[in-house]
């Protein structure tokens, strides 16, 4: 059974910085990609970042672009989000998940983390 463990969530000030940790109970070379979703109260999770398990495709949403980068350690199983400039809007919990290599559908997901802004 796939297992992805978050870490790194908390409370900021708006224009400050966290970083977001997954570990992976597999290799990251067992998935087809790892991504960071984020979702908020009454609205559908959006994907915020992807990184192909090679690292060679990063995706951003346009919201973050320019302030979220992602990105993993093969030999740590560990995927990152480096979250800049924060925003009071960028609160949410953030979920990563693994897309699987059968599906192309991300089928794995960690249990989330909050990640809250302040004005």
């Known amino acids: 059974q796939v297992q992805l463990v978050e870490s790194g969530g908390g409370l900021v000030q708006s224009g400050g910085s966290l970083r977001l940790n997954c570990t992976a109970s597999?290799?990251?070379?067992?998935?087809?990609?790892m991504g960071w979703h984020r979702q908020t109260p009454g609205k559908q999770r959006e994907l915020v970042a992807a990184?192909?398990?090679?690292?060679?495709?990063?995706d951003y949403a346009d919201s973050v672009l320019g302030r979220f980068t992602i990105s993993r350690d093969i030999a740590k199983n560990t995927t990152y989000l480096q979250m800049n400039s924060l925003k009071p809007e960028d609160t949410a919990v953030y979920y990563c998940?693994?897309?699987?290599?059968?599906?192309?559908?991300?089928?794995?997901w960690g249990q989330g983390t909050q990640v809250t802004i302040s004005s």
């Open positions: 998940a693994a897309k699987s290599h059968y599906s192309g559908r991300y089928d794995y």
């Open positions: 990184i192909t398990s090679a690292g060679d495709i990063e």
């Open positions: 597999e290799h990251l070379f067992s998935f087809l990609a």
